[in-house]
């Protein structure tokens, strides 16, 4: 079975550009989160969706960010404008519908480079 | 792969024996830890969890112990193998549920043959 697919898996922009990162959850979970990761701050929580709708984005830096998922099996994390501290890993994960535990499906993550 | 977590503290073991990894949690309120393991270019994966009723949970080759008093987690791999070599993560949930777990900075395992 295919896991969390994300896209792209490197990025390298300018400052000023607009970024999309893609991801696709694993088929039949309902929970969606998007993880930004630096050595400076760790893994962090941006966001997460239930059944598409988003419950919490207070991890969310500011409003350059913003995330969607328009349906069941696709989520998009946009940044516009991009900036150089903007550069991290991305990740996007899943978690089974009716899960009782913690337990995330990651994908592979979105290396984003600003310069 | 993606370069994260070169500063972070390193365990380096020889292969075949057993490892701990040790984690202090925060938050007297979580009631419940996850570990997980990174491997080089890949995402988080799951090894094993623990609620807060219980002190010690045993899976495949690998034990969590969990002190509350001291708020204090720690993870055992028995019998370490290369395959082991990773970044270790706990995480705990905080204000409760699973959807908002706080990752710890992690411990990076360096298994020598």
Redesign the interface.
């Known amino acids: 079975d295919a896991g969390v697919i994300q896209s792209p898996r490197h990025e390298v922009t300018e400052m000023g550009q607009e970024v999309t990162l893609r991801c696709k959850p694993i088929s039949g979970h309902n929970s969606l989160f998007w993880y930004r990761q630096t050595m400076m701050r760790g893994l962090e929580l941006l966001i997460y969706f239930n059944n598409n709708v988003p419950i919490d984005d207070s991890g969310m830096p500011e409003d350059r960010f913003s995330a969607k998922m328009p349906n069941a099996s696709f989520s998009t994390l946009k940044i516009q404008p991009s900036e150089p501290r903007d550069s991290a890993v991305y990740f996007c994960a899943s978690r089974g519908t009716g899960s009782n535990t913690g337990e995330l499906f990651f994908g592979e993550g979105s290396r984003l480079t600003v310069l | 792969g ?6 972070l503290p390193t365990l380096s073991v020889q292969e075949g024996d057993n490892s701990i990894i040790n984690c202090a949690y925060s938050n007297s309120a979580s009631d ?1 830890f ?1 570990w997980y393991k990174q491997e080089s ?6 090894i094993i ?1 623990i609620r807060s009723n219980m002190d010690k949970r045993q899976g495949q080759r690998v034990t969590v112990l969990l002190n509350k008093t001291v708020k204090h987690l720690s993870l055992q791999i028995a019998a370490t193998q290369p395959g082991d070599s990773a970044v270790y ?1 706990c ?1 705990e ?1 905080g204000s409760g549920g ?4 706080i ?4 411990t990076r395992l360096a298994v020598h043959p």
């Open positions: 993606e370069s994260v977590g070169l500063h419940y996850i270019g890949k995402g988080p994966q799951f969890d993560f995480a949930n699973y959807n908002k777990l990752f710890g900075a992690g």
